[in-house]
């Protein structure tokens, strides 16, 4: 049973298309994260929703746009993408910083 | 700017023998410092984390040290097992930061038989 599942796992387009990454959670957490790894490898994160509602928004252009139909999902939409946009975007859940976070598997995007 | 810092890309060590990993930071409100631990091809997952009000942290094989002074923690694996080489990454937040997790760039472990 995968805790925190994201589809899909690779994902190449071309630029200026409009691309979605889902992502499910099945620990019953609140709080879901998008991050993003960019070539440097460096995480940073992009979007927090707690219990469908947005608590952290960074620097990220508003052609990115998350949506949390419910608790369990947090998905993210991607307008107009871009060469820069190439990076593994990871979701992640989790209520306790305790405890860290649960992190999927990530979805490599590749624009070109 | 990145405020958590992990100057060694890479790391080799003798299979049985000691890995010690460092990480700095530059926030001083940091209260909370993970590592997570990352195979090819997937997520991170959380390995062993310490609060500022503590130095140290065990858990199994697992060691964390916080000096605060100097804002720089380090994770010890004592024996080292082929099965740890990965990439580990530093984390931190604060709760005034809505607990936001900043991580360093990691380092790569490679334990040698």
């Known amino acids: 049973d995968t805790a925190v599942s994201q589809t899909p796992k690779y994902l190449v387009t071309q630029m200026g298309n409009d691309k979605s990454i889902k992502c499910e959670q099945n620990?019953?957490?609140?709080?879901m994260y998008w991050y993003k790894q960019d070539s440097k490898k460096f995480l940073k994160i992009m979007f927090s929703y707690n219990n469908k509602e947005l608590i952290i928004n960074e620097t990220v252009p508003n052609r990115f746009s998350p949506k949390s139909p419910d608790k369990a999902h947090l998905n993210l939409h991607i307008n107009s993408l871009e060469l820069g946009d190439s990076a593994v975007y990871f979701c992640a859940s989790g209520d306790d910083r305790h405890y860290g976070y649960t992190f999927g598997s990530g979805t490599r995007l590749t624009v070109v | 700017d990145q405020q958590v810092k992990q100057n060694s890309p890479s790391l080799s060590v003798q299979e049985g023998r000691i890995s010690i990993l460092n990480c700095d930071y530059t926030?001083?409100?940091?209260?909370?410092f993970l590592w997570y631990k990352k195979y090819p091809a997937e997520g991170p997952t959380f390995l062993i984390s310490i609060s500022s009000i503590k130095d140290k942290n065990e858990d199994g094989r697992f060691t964390v040290f916080l000096n605060k002074s100097a804002k720089h923690l380090s994770l010890h694996i004592v024996p080292s097992q082929p099965g740890d080489s990965a990439v580990y990454f530093c984390a931190a937040s604060f709760r005034s930061n809505d607990y936001k997790l900043s991580f360093g760039a990691g380092t790569t472990v490679t334990v040698r038989a």
């Open positions: 620990l019953g957490h609140d709080t």
């Open positions: 926030n001083s409100m940091f209260d909370y």
